[in-house]
């Protein structure tokens, strides 16, 4: 099955940039996510890209795949205290079971 | 790592009928279970989130009437779909968050897809 893994934490300084990586082992993964989690609530989609896609960016995000190394990242531009959370990268091969990563904890130091 | 597991895996049903979708932490207690739907094509989306013991926390534009929720222990959590129809079929994944000391971790059930004739 997919495995999609990444590193458990993070920390940076407020307004510096975060990146934040992630691997995935199904080549034919179509849709690839990244989900915030803040304390106590459900996963929020923050942006998302598609297997034909090198990079996508929104406003302070930005996500950058390779699909060679099979490698997805996203930026995060700007870091504020308020992006402390955890970060989920998901993938999945479209109608079908949705892989999650282990996620990681973001954490923005003032 | 801790186990979620989702019953059953697959369900196919006739419009009108209603639907019950079980998630299960196998290892680990979880106070907190999430319900999230996925339709083809499209990313998950939250539907509600369920606390052992209390009322369901739906999100905007979830009918809570149409989907039951019921966390009845630390380990069970169900989703019934009251009389599906075929606007209902989609994939429907839960979680599980296990606290522990200073981090909450989310694991996630294999999910299961529901589909209504």
């Known amino acids: 099955g997919e495995d999609v893994e990444q590193s458990l934490f993070l920390s940076v300084r407020e307004g510096d940039s975060s990146v934040i990586n992630c691997t995935y082992t199904d080549s034919s993964s179509t849709y690839l996510y990244w989900y915030k989690q803040e304390p106590g609530a459900g996963l929020q989609l923050l942006t998302y890209?598609?297997?034909?896609?090198d990079m996508k960016q929104d406003q302070r995000l930005t996500v950058l795949l390779n699909k060679k190394d099979k490698h997805l990242s996203l930026r995060i531009a700007d870091t504020q205290t308020g992006d402390s959370a955890i970060y989920f990268c998901a993938v999945s091969g479209g109608y079908q079971k949705v892989t999650f990563g282990t996620g990681t904890k973001l954490q923005v130091i003032p | 790592g801790a186990v979620v597991s989702q019953h059953p895996s697959r369900v196919i049903c006739k419009s009108g009928t209603s639907v019950k979708i079980e998630c299960r932490s196998l290892?680990?207690?979880?106070?907190?279970m999430f319900w999230y739907r996925q339709f083809p094509k499209q990313s998950l989306m939250l539907m509600a989130t369920?606390?052992?013991?209390?009322?369901?926390?739906?999100e905007q534009g979830v009918e809570k009437d149409k989907f039951l929720i019921n966390h009845a222990s630390l380990t069970l959590s169900t989703l019934t779909v009251t009389s599906a129809h075929p606007e209902d079929s989609s994939f429907y994944i839960c979680s599980a968050l296990a606290s522990g000391g200073t981090t909450d971790t989310q694991y996630f059930g294999p999910g299961t897809r529901l589909t209504v004739l």
């Open positions: 890209i598609f297997s034909n896609m």
């Open positions: 369920s606390n052992e013991g209390s009322k369901a926390t739906y």
């Open positions: 290892d680990f207690q979880a106070t907190t």
